[in-house]
């Protein structure tokens, strides 16, 4: 069965740092473009940022542009968000999503709490 499952969130202050990672089976993940997606309390859906299938090509949205950076390794089935100088309105659940023609994966997503 395909699977997405997201870890490392967690509660951490401002400034600080925090790795998010997603764990993929079930699908051949090195033909699949991924993104990360969030979800503040009580709003909708935020796209985050975008990596293509071979890792060569990322996209972030301006809210995390120079702060955040998306990585994969194909060999471990395995994609990344390296969170940097966090701020409190990062604080959101965070989904990674698996993208290929005719085909659109979610997790289950993982809490991100930013706070002193």
């Known amino acids: 069965q395909v699977q997405l499952v997201e870890s490392g969130g967690g509660l951490v202050q401002p400034g600080g740092s925090l790795r998010l990672s997603c764990a993929a089976s079930g699908f051949t993940f090195s033909s699949y473009a991924m993104s990360w997606v969030r ?28 702060r955040f950076t998306i990585s994969r390794d194909n060999a471990k089935n395995t994609l990344y968000l390296q969170m ?5 309105e990062d604080t959101a659940v965070y989904y990674c999503r698996g993208i290929r023609v005719g085909y659109d994966y979610w997790g289950q997503g993982t809490q991100v709490t930013v706070s002193s």
């Open 39 to 66: 979800q503040a309390p009580g709003k909708g859906l935020e796209w985050v940022s975008d990596i293509n299938s071979g890792g060569g090509s990322t996209y972030y949205a301006d809210s995390v542009k120079g």
């Open 84 to 88: 940097n100088s966090l701020k409190p």
